[in-house]
């Protein structure tokens, strides 16, 4: 007959606290090395900012806080991947430094993207013409303004986009991200989607929440975390109709 080895029901619980608890500590040091690594991408951010930029994702996405982190850096390392063709092309905090002009747009509504970087991290610039000869964009310092078309230097190969909607629908949005002048930048890319409408806005953010509130559109091309210049260049809402060589 077979002898029945019984395991006191405190051992099991010791066995699966210690493992348990390994598992745990693993993933808190793993979400503390992901944080970090968010903090060095985003250089515009505190720590506690980049936490709470965690925090209000995993509460979004009904996950941990963990998995969050590791989405959101996903997201980023995706946009470092696709800016590697632009390298040699980078335009400090947003300005206007490029060699070419941007030219005036088809209609009121119309996109633009050109290549640049923020803090020294590259990831594109994009405005939105609220007139055919006028532009609105967001940029770290001066936040959303309002400058003529020929006031904005860009770089070679970029595009200007219409938005495929009416343009009804194109003027409404290009009244808003106007009405938006004077609010303050955010360098939060990560999570921007997450956050208000009004107040601290990125170029990305400023251009999605209006064709989002006044077109009833989602022009973020992968719908992650975050929108990205980029994401508004590749949206299948936009059509490039001029690139600038």
Not at 147 to 166: H, L, P
């Amino acid at each position: 007959m077979k002898k029945l080895y019984l395991i006191p029901i405190s051992s099991i619980f010791i066995i699966t606290l210690l493992f348990g608890g390994a598992s745990a500590s693993a993933d808190d040091m793993t979400l503390q090395k992901n944080v970090d690594k968010l903090i060095q991408l985003q250089p515009g951010l505190s720590k506690d900012e980049v936490k709470q930029t965690i925090s209000d994702y995993a509460y979004d996405q009904n996950t941990s806080e963990f998995n969050a982190s590791k989405e959101i850096l996903t997201e980023l390392k995706e946009q470092y991947a696709a800016d590697k063709e632009e390298q040699n092309q980078i335009i400090p905090f947003g300005g206007s430094s490029g060699t070419k002009k941007l030219v005036k747009s088809r209609h009121k509504g119309d996109v633009f993207y050109t290549p640049s970087s923020t803090l020294g991290i590259q990831h594109g610039h994009n405005g939105i013409y609220s007139t055919t000869n006028e532009i609105v964009e967001s940029i770290p310092k001066k936040g959303v303004r309002v400058i003529k078309y020929n006031g904005r230097n860009v770089e070679k190969n970029a595009v200007m986009q219409e938005v495929s909607v009416s343009q009804s629908k194109r003027s409404s949005a290009a009244s808003w991200a106007k009405s938006r002048k004077g609010d303050s930048y955010s360098y939060n890319f990560a999570t921007n989607r997450l956050t208000g409408h009004y107040g601290a806005k990125n170029c990305a953010k400023l251009l999605w929440s209006a064709y989002k509130l006044k077109a009833s559109i989602d022009i973020d091309h992968n719908k992650g975390a975050g929108v990205y210049p980029k994401d508004i260049k590749n949206s299948g809402y936009t059509k490039t109709y001029k690139t600038i060589k």
